[in-house]
């Protein structure tokens, strides 16, 4: 929630109507998407899934089992359905594993408990009778009560409890890790989206002037990203050497009014050393024998502002994570390059060289921060440090810790000697020097200057060069490295100086960029099937919709083609799974590399795919299919082997063979249905 002194800020409040949304699990369960996957499960799994409440009222269901119908109509005392099922799944909420049982009828039935958001659901997977002995009770139920005569053909499978347990596991891992991602995704998502909320530079400048505000505005911030938060933030005092409570809010906020930190104190030492947050379990020896050790956890995050640290930011009991402390060193340095624009500026109106960093840092800002291209923004960043310096030449570079390689990220020069995406040991150049002691390089004379004592190389005009680290997440993750001043000048410590303030200030960009490329990450996976690399059934839903919504405006047909392989079960059983799955994903690239760009793919399950062809009239997705399956059938006849692997497919276009997603889904089935039924290795066509 935002806390209540930040609600009329303009800022604050749009983003957080936008994040704030009423997510419950709920929600979720009676989603289109949750109910489509639900139907999905149900189709593969010949099961039928209900969804419930704690209380044990019904929120969705696939369909209901005809037994269960036959059942409940019979209304038998005996059997006291729907009531004695209702029962039984309601006793079952709060199970760490599924639990599997027998209706009064014996059929069998599994219930796997969930809880998110706060929010307890029920999930119901109903089946038909495990073994023979279920079957015939229910034969004598009903020739003892005399029922009419059972309206649906009884399956004569009986697949035993050991399926049922494993059918269970499965839905159960599988709910959940979709569960997981979503929750993951949510609250990246929502972090990422109310940090980047906060780069209000107007704000910030307007409350630079009244420090009591911003200190407020700082903390009550981490509140608004973080949720509750205590925290107390610490200003340095120059006359006394030491760090003094500023503001304080959460926990302890009375007792750390008057706290304080001596500039000798280790933690101080160590923000100092290595420039990021330091995290201890013991305050002990920061808080002495008071209340405030019995904090279990405690981040101290340094500000810095030329080369000194002026704030630190002290959060205690919570424990942030890897994306947490990411987001969290990203917003100490959004503050790091707001406080050191405001003394700018304050320097700006009586030195010129003052005034033209505020105009470059400006001009820069402006430029980065709509950047969330990874690429385009080191492109950038390379670009406007060295028209800043005057630069001809330049070279960006990140390190790899897996091969402790440099890779040139970006480049500036017009010969080919350095190009992008170059590697380089790092002990083998001058940069990995800068990676090593994470200090920068300014170099007036390469072949005087007693660090090196090395001839120029030709390439270079002339004999001076800057490099300085790109420090992310808290390390020196990267070196910008710029040569061949314009004129031949001798790069200097003012030059060093203004560069170091661009690369600090884009470090808050670079780190943003990274953390939205995690999302988008994030957001592929969800989409794409593990196995293959292609799109899933997630994926192919959305755009089932999407196309018949392009129908209903644009009145373009469009058509579905669903096919498997025929002996794919014996050549599992034969060369093993593993072969099976390289099979798969051999395939996958057979039919990604021969469909239309437009064409969407997609596995449906197991050997299973599926392909939409978009604005495609049945006569058109017919040639296309047949062409499909010839390069399919010369894939597969690569295999040597000898059980012959062929393929069955069939097609339906929508809307002459269906009125809905599910219809075509369903008559698309079937004509795959009649392909094996009438042996297999061929195409059947609504």
């Known amino acids: ?34 109910a489509e996957y639900f139907r999905s499960l149900a189709r593969t799994l010949n099961f039928e899934f209900s969804v419930y409440d704690e209380a044990g009222a019904e929120l969705f269901a696939t369909r209901e089992l005809p037994l269960c119908r036959y059942i409940k109509e019979a209304r038998l005392a005996k059997l006291g359905c729907p009531d004695s099922c209702r029962k039984s799944i309601t006793d079952s909420a709060g199970a760490d594993e599924p639990v599997t049982f027998r209706c009064r009828a014996g059929l069998t039935n599994f219930v796997i408990s969930v809880e998110r958001f706060g929010e307890r659901a029920l999930i119901a ?80 400048r ?26 107390v933030l610490l200003v340095l005092d120059h006359g006394s050497s030491t760090y003094r409570a500023a503001y304080s809010t959460g926990r302890y906020k009375d007792i750390t009014a008057d706290f304080y ?149 970006a480049k500036k020069s017009v010969d080919d000697t350095v190009k992008e995406k170059m590697r380089l040991k790092k002990g083998e150049s001058i940069a990995g020097l800068v990676i090593d002691s994470g200090g920068p390089l300014v170099v007036g004379d390469i072949e005087k200057d007693p660090r090196f004592c090395r001839q120029n190389r030709p390439r270079f005009k002339t004999k001076s060069f800057v490099s300085v680290p790109l420090n992310l997440h808290g390390k020196v993750r990267g070196v910008i490295n710029l040569s061949d001043k314009s004129g031949g000048g001798i790069f200097n410590e003012e030059d060093l100086n203004l560069i170091e303030s661009i690369i600090s200030n884009a470090v808050v960009a670079v780190e943003r960029s990274m953390l939205f490329g995690q999302t988008e990450e994030f957001k592929k996976l969800s989409i794409t099937d593990p196995l293959t690399g292609i799109y899933n059934r997630r994926y192919l839903n959305i755009r089932l919709s999407e196309e018949i919504t392009r129908y209903n405006r644009y009145k373009h047909p469009f058509s579905f083609l669903m096919f498997d392989l ?23 690239d057979v039919i990604e590399g021969s469909l239309r760009t437009i064409d969407i793919a997609a596995r449906f399950g197991g050997d299973e795919f599926v392909v939409i062809f978009p604005q495609t009239a049945k006569t058109d997705a ?21 059980i012959p692997l062929t393929v069955s497919m069939g097609l339906a276009t929508y809307p002459d063979d269906a009125s ?27």
Not at 340 to 355: F, I, S, V
Not at 629 to 639: N, S
Not at 678 to 686: A, H, T
Request: proline residues 2%; charged residues 25%.
């Open 566 to 588: 025929d002996g794919f079960k014996e050549y599992n059983d034969t060369y093993g799974h593993i072969s099976g799955d390289n099979l798969l994903k051999s395939l996958a």
């Open 261 to 409: 930190l001596e500039a000798d104190n280790p933690v101080i030492s160590e923000m100092l050393n290595t420039e990021s947050a330091v995290f201890t379990e013991n305050l002990e020896n920061i808080a002495g024998h008071s209340p405030l050790s019995e904090i279990d956890s405690s981040y101290f995050f340094p500000v810095f502002s030329r080369g000194e640290i002026i704030i630190v930011l002290w959060i205690f009991d919570r424990i942030f994570s890897r994306e947490d402390m990411k987001i969290m060193n990203a917003f100490r340095d959004y503050i790091h390059l707001n406080l050191e624009n405001h003394d700018l500026r304050e320097e700006a109106a009586g030195n010129k060289k003052a005034a033209m960093m505020l105009a470059s840092l400006s001009d820069f800002q402006k430029t980065i921060i709509s950047i969330l291209d990874r690429d385009v923004l080191l492109k950038t960043l390379l670009e406007k440090s060295a028209e800043l310096l005057d630069a001809e030449k330049g070279s960006l570079m990140l390190f790899e810790d897996e091969t402790s390689e440099l890779v040139v990220e």
């Open 1 to 34: 929630m935002i806390p209540a002194k930040l609600k009329n800020h303009p800022v604050f409040g749009i983003i957080d109507s936008c994040t704030q949304e009423n997510m419950t699990l709920v929600r979720l369960f009676t989603s289109d998407k949750w």
């Open 206 to 231: 307007t409350l630079s002037g009244k420090p009591d505000l911003m200190y407020r505005y700082i903390l009550d911030a981490v509140e608004f990203i973080f949720g509750y938060t205590s925290g």
């Open 622 to 642: 017919i040639q296309i299919t047949n062409r499909l399956k010839e390069k399919i059938d010369r894939a597969l006849g690569q295999y040597r082997i000898e």
């Open 125 to 204: 997977g109903r089946g038909g009778f495990v073994n023979y002995d279920d079957l015939l009770e229910f034969l004598r139920i009903v020739k003892e009560h005399k029922l009419s005569r059972i309206p649906v053909a009884i399956p004569l499978d009986f697949p035993g409890e050991d399926h049922v347990k494993t059918v269970a596991g499965y839905v159960n891992l599988s709910v959940n890790s979709l569960l997981n991602s979503f929750e993951e995704k949510y609250r990246i998502e929502e972090k990422l989206l109310r940090m980047t909320s906060l780069f209000d530079s107007a704000t910030f």
């Open 660 to 686: 809905s997603i599910m219809e075509l889904i369903e008559r698309t089935d079937q004509a795959l249905y009649l392909a094996k039924k009438g042996g297999g290795n061929r195409i059947v066509c609504l």
